[in-house]
């Protein structure tokens, strides 16, 4: 019934398409384009959706601001025009050149006021730790392209997987209060976006070759088919690969990226994009201070491997312990892929139809290390094999071995996003339309036998199975869920003068989860704890979600705005499938309300956006770990107030020269206790958020004459809690970066060559950069609480100096 939905959607999304393609081609002679057509954006062209709905007299005053700012190039592609009766902020392509070549769009975000983002490894190999005013990465949408890819079960998103900087446009995050239109079903703290640039009109070849420190190496080729009649394409391919700066290990990442413009007339196109991704990394450890303090800055997983065969008593304890963390074992096995159209058709002179449907594709893992023993009884127990787990050579009964332990994830989603922006003369634009998506999502955690090196036999984890005695896989938790989403939304813009912007939108999203769950299954000897366990879920959710907001403009400089919108997140599918101590409260959405009151000034030499912003944030979900059992359970915090302040500044005091300032404050504050279940209630009221950082400033100077250009950066953030009661901490840290080049002219066939050079680190700083598992730690007395939460926080470590150079060109 469900797919049914979803076919039936998406047939009518390509029956709208292909009537109006065939309409609009017919009637094309008699078209004229308008100037709204011309200027309004599309998430082909741009990611900056918050002007997909102005009105035709908002557009042409944007029009005239924008070409006023390019002029000014705001903060060096740092800052952008704006016009949205709230919090908005645009990288635009111009920053994103000048960035370290494999970035990842978490690394392009982080001087935007209120972001604070972090990574384990500058080459974009590594993912990348963002958060949004207190808002970690889980509580974000992000789409590209206009398609959603945050992960539908549990909103993770990994940004390695999506894109080269070559091929990215602009980014906008939205910081508080995301478009009612947006594909988001867990966004509860905001949205961000980022589309990939147009292929050009002229054909040609682009070829950009990278090395740096930690024998990084980088080849990336975009073939560009210029116009062949009215469709234009490009295609791109890159090989990325590292060794880690800490720890052994390499990352390994190959992309292949596309995207094809079909532009049918003046007023209508369908474009065609492509993500793939196919990465092998060994992770990095996120580490305790005490790790750091024993064992020194580049702590990491273990190097050495102790073959176990034959070893007993405190020598196979000390071996045991030693290859569970062997870095061999910490592997990052993905593929993925997204596909999205997105057609943009005018079906009248005042109505304009916007269709995407899309598909993502994903199946890959983690993988870490497990013990189990050997046994040759017959009895189906976890942890307990016939298979020669050690490499010894035989079967021993109570001998153990270290096998690898991979946990997998198999996601199909596909969906379509259906929207109408009609004008209703000069003054008033209404947008209104449909997201629905049907994603299904398989998860296991299985055991496999691991060689004599510490390697996984299969790195991919599709045989040499650990098995029980009838050869049924030995897995941990093995689940599947079934989302449904359904949204539909509407929103006004009304400009009843120059000055007057009035902005009004509602949304409602009904989302299901459906599925099932097992707890060691094939399991039925042993502890009843560790004996299968089956669980169904078949939840709905629906909420109506408001959105308003009054814009201001003063003069042709300056606009005030206030903006407010309602957000919620559906639970995760682990906290539904998951017991939980809370109970029903974790079956609750989180919501928010989300408040933008600011300014912006733009003039001849300095322009300025400053926004004071209050939420209201019920329900955070968050998990931790039980150590009296070995389960994980969730937990909720009700209520959390966050406040704070966000301010840019991009000053042109020079015709080569720009300086540009973020600053962001920040008040996450958790209001009452938290039930840690067994544990009691922790005394959390008024504790700060862990990884959140009160105070960060970010400062770049920039020179560019078009030829020769620098830029350095200055960023300072204060210290971070590891813990939600606010007794671990680690301080905060300041950091400079640098890069610089040279564009050169053409040469005959040789096309825009240029060199680039980035230094990140540059005083070799050394600091704790994120919290990686923030703990529920001691109350005021010190004392840890008994079963539940007592891991030391984790963090991650700032990167030492680190050099990258590139050459790049393009051909005819």
């Known amino acids: 019934m469900k797919r049914t939905h979803l076919s039936a959607a998406i047939a009518m999304a390509v029956y709208l398409s292909a009537g109006v393609a065939a309409a609009q081609t017919a009637s094309n002679d008699q078209a004229q384009t308008s100037q709204e057509s011309q200027q309004r954006v599309n998430a082909s062209s741009t990611s900056n959706t918050t002007t997909s709905n102005a009105t035709q007299r908002d557009v042409k005053q944007m029009s005239e601001v924008t070409v006023q700012g390019q002029s000014l190039s705001l903060g060096g592609g740092l800052m952008s025009v704006q016009i949205a009766p709230k919090a908005v902020s645009t990288i635009t392509r111009d920053a994103i050149e000048k960035a370290s070549p494999g970035s990842n769009f978490t690394q392009m975000i982080r001087t935007i006021p209120g972001v604070n983002a972090a990574t384990d490894d500058v080459t974009g190999l590594a993912n990348g730790h963002y958060s949004l005013r207190g808002y970690d990465s889980s509580d974000i949408g992000m789409t590209v392209n206009g398609a959603p890819i945050t992960d539908t079960g549990s909103y993770s998103v990994y940004a390695t997987e999506y894109g080269d900087s070559e091929n990215m446009g602009d980014i906008t995050v939205l910081q508080g209060i995301p478009d009612v239109d947006m594909p988001d079903s867990g966004a509860s703290g905001g949205h961000i976006g980022w589309a990939t640039i147009d292929p050009s009109h002229k054909g040609g070849f682009d070829v950009t070759q990278t090395i740096g420190g930690n024998d990084y190496r980088r080849t990336f080729f975009r073939l560009n088919t210029g116009d062949m009649g009215p469709v234009r394409s490009w295609l791109s391919y890159s090989h990325n690969t590292a060794d880690k700066w800490r720890g052994q290990g390499k990352l390994d990442v190959t992309k292949v990226d596309g995207k094809s413009v079909w532009t049918i007339d003046n007023d209508n196109s369908i474009s065609a994009s492509l993500q793939y991704n196919r990465e092998n990394n060994i992770n990095y450890e996120n580490v305790t201070k005490q790790q750091v303090a024993q064992n020194g800055y580049y702590t990491d997983y273990t190097t050495s491997w102790i073959p176990l065969a034959g070893l007993t008593g405190t020598a196979l304890k000390n071996a045991l312990s030693n290859d569970t963390y062997y870095y061999g074992l910490r592997t990052n096995p993905f593929r993925s892929f997204m596909f999205s159209l997105d057609g943009e058709f005018k079906l009248a002179d005042s109505l304009h139809l916007s269709v995407i449907p899309y598909f993502w594709y994903g199946n890959g893992g983690g993988g870490s290390a497990a013990t189990v023993t050997e046994t040759t009884a017959t009895a189906d127990r976890f942890g307990f094999t016939n298979v020669d787990a050690n490499n010894s050579g035989a079967v021993v009964t109570g001998q153990q071995g270290i096998v690898y ?285 862990p990884d959140t950082a009160k105070h960060i400033g970010n400062v770049a100077l920039s020179y560019d004459d078009t030829h020769l250009w620098a830029e350095l950066n200055g960023r300072v953030t204060s210290s971070l809690y590891g813990d939600y009661m606010n007794t ?59 079963s539940l939460f007592s891991s030391a926080p984790t963090y991650g470590l700032l990167q030492p100096r680190t050099y990258m150079v590139t050459i790049g060109a393009s051909f005819f």
């Open 405 to 689: 332990s991979y946990s997998a994830a198999l996601t199909y989603r596909p969906g379509v996003l259906v929207k109408f922006n009609q004008d209703f003369g000069l003054d008033n634009s209404l947008e209104y339309g449909f997201w629905y998506e049907d994603s299904r999502k398989t998860q296991d955690n299985s055991y496999f036998q691991a060689n004599n090196q510490g390697q996984p036999v299969s790195l991919w984890a599709n045989s040499n199975y650990i098995t029980y005695p009838n050869g049924m896989p030995m897995t941990y938790y093995h689940e599947y869920t079934n989302t449904e989403l359904e949204k539909g939304f509407v929103t006004d813009n009304w400009t009843p003068s120059d000055q007057w912007t009035f902005t009004a939108g509602a949304a409602f999203l009904r989302a299901s989860r459906s599925g099932w769950g097992y707890d060691y299954p094939g399991s039925t000897s042993g502890p009843i704890s560790k004996q299968q366990t089956y669980t169904t879920i078949d939840r709905t959710w629906n909420k109506l979600l408001p959105t308003a907001g009054i814009k201001f403009q003063l003069d042709e400089k300056n606009q005030f705005y206030l903006g407010s919108g309602k957000t919620f997140r559906v639970p995760t599918n682990t906290v539904v499938l998951l017991n939980a101590f809370s109970g029903n409260d974790l079956q609750k959405p989180e919501t928010t309300w989300n408040t933008d009151l600011g300014w912006r000034y733009y003039g001849d030499k300095i322009s300025a956006n400053a926004d004071l912003y209050n939420s209201n944030y019920n329900n955070k979900q968050e998990s931790a770990y039980d150590n009296a059992n070995g389960q994980t359970y969730y937990t909720a915090i009700h209520r959390m107030h966050m406040r704070g302040f966000n301010g840019e500044v991009s000053y042109k005091f020079a015709p080569s020269w720009t300086v540009y300032t973020s600053y962001t404050y920040t008040k996450a504050e958790i209001v009452g206790g938290i039930d840690g279940g067994g544990d009691g209630v922790y005394p959390a009221n008024g504790r700060i958020m």
């Open 728 to 786: 671990e901490r680690v301080g905060g840290f300041t950091t400079f970066d640098f890069s610089g080049g040279y564009r050169f002219g053409d040469f005959d066939w040789l096309k825009k060559p240029y060199i680039k050079v980035n230094v990140t680190n540059l005083t070799d700083k050394r600091a704790f950069s994120y919290v990686g598992s923030a703990q529920f730690l001691a109350a005021a007395s010190g004392k840890l609480f008994p």
